[in-house]
């Protein structure tokens, strides 16, 4: 055997092997390759579904987006929605037309500070625009805040026309209430003043009339007072003020009347809690006449008395009770109207002036049970804080 033949020999094993490796590789390569072209195509459906996916939640965001859009659009009320960081994220048209310089991403406190003028409780504000809004406010998740405002101008000023239409009409009611009160006492007085002129009157005659005449006077007088007390309701200015003073000036000043009528009055003072408040004077002592006074016209003489001042840290209570013929119940829901008296001689303002001048300091009073089983009046005042009982002169009205 030739040398190119034993060669030729050696290499065909060789070369049959290389096929069959090619051959499988080949077979190999092919198969990956229909793996790969089956997960391409199975990746690109899936980026086509999650493509499709992304646009249908996108036209589902836009959707409720503008439908969002369109309900605060829709919406009577101003609404803005406020980020956790205090930036204003949505508001409607009303909301824009209420509130100057509102911008998407300002503070809200910024725009707040600008339009706000003051604040007369939790929910109700007036604006700079002299507009009134009441407020609701709803915390979010994220920190956020969503306010709702209604603009309620025209509904406030409606009821203030309608209480100044109700005030006429009680007004009117009062001065013919009042003018029939007073004509009884001046029709006596100036029958007494005319006999004064006569010649003949004996020192005796002259004397009872002109007694007569000045009972007239001061009682048309105490109507025309009461009716004053009464028309100015709240209407005082306010100064830091001790109950405890106030309470023994007004003692002091009925004390002749006390002392004739031969009353025996029990004062019980709270010496240790603070008394001040922030109130007019006059008008708290005349609170206090006034219950002292209406005690004393329904008593007999040596009648019984109890004055009681009693403090807490917020709020004081003023007691008067005797030991007279009390309140008939069928009576007592009544007792604080103008005009309203069981007396024939009362002007029946004493009890509506202490009602008003109370409620225009922020308290209340009403009837309780005394423990003389006559009348019982509890007076509800509240106390100053220990800044404002430090200041001077406030000036304000209440």
């Known amino acids: 055997m030739s040398a190119t033949t034993a060669r030729t020999t050696d290499q065909a094993p060789t070369l049959a092997q290389a096929f069959s490796e090619f051959y499988s590789l080949s077979e190999r390569l ?9 997960q391409f195509t199975e990746l690109t459906r899936e980026l086509a579904r999650s493509r499709a996916a992304r646009q249908s939640e996108s036209r589902q965001t ?8 369109a309900v605060l659009e829709a919406m009577p009320a101003a609404v803005v929605l406020v980020d956790g960081r205090d930036r204003i994220d949505r508001f409607n048209s009303v909301a824009e037309e209420l509130f100057e310089g509102l911008r998407w991403g300002r503070r809200w406190g910024e725009v707040l500070q600008e339009n706000l003028l003051s604040r007369s409780g939790p929910g109700d504000w007036l604006l700079r625009g002299q507009q009134r809004v009441n407020v609701s406010l709803k915390p979010l998740a994220d920190g956020g ?14 009821e203030e026309r309608l209480q100044r239409q109700s005030r006429l009409g009680d007004m009117g009611e009062m001065a013919a209430q009042l003018a029939h009160q007073i004509r009884t006492p001046l029709a006596t007085a100036l029958l007494y003043g005319g006999q004064l002129g006569r010649s003949n009157l004996s020192a005796a005659q002259r004397s009872q009339f002109t007694d007569k005449l000045v009972e ?20 005082f200015i306010v100064n830091p003020v001790s109950l405890r ?21 029990a004062l019980t003072i709270d010496e240790l809690q603070p008394d001040r408040m922030l109130g007019n004077r006059d008008a708290l002592v005349g609170v ?23 403090l807490s840290p917020a709020d004081a209570r003023v007691v008067v009770e005797d030991d007279g013929p009390g309140i008939p119940r069928d009576v007592r829901e009544r007792i604080f109207d103008p005009f309203f008296t069981t007396r024939e001689r009362g002007t029946g303002l004493g009890l509506s002036v202490v009602q008003s001048v109370v409620f225009a300091h922020g308290g209340s009073v009403n009837t309780c049970t005394s423990q003389f089983g006559g009348a019982c009046f509890e007076v509800h005042l509240p106390l100053s804080t220990a800044e404002e009982a430090a200041q001077g002169p406030q000036g304000e009205s209440v």
């Open 145 to 158: 805040q969503i306010l709702v405002m209604i603009d309620t101008t025209e509904q406030r000023e409606l």
């Open 62 to 69: 836009k959707q409720l987006t503008d439908r969002l859009s």
């Open 30 to 38: 092919s198969t990956a390759s229909g793996r790969l072209e089956a």
């Open 245 to 265: 003073s106030l309470l023994q000036q007004a003692i002091d000043m009925l004390a002749p009347r006390l002392q004739s009528q031969g009353v025996e009055l």
């Open 216 to 235: 007239g006077l001061k009682h048309t007088e105490k109507l025309v007072s009461d009716m004053l007390a009464f028309s100015r309701g709240g209407n």
């Open 288 to 310: 206090i006449c006034n219950l002292l006074d209406n005690a004393l016209n329904h008593c007999d003489r040596g009648a019984r008395i109890a004055v009681s001042l009693l």
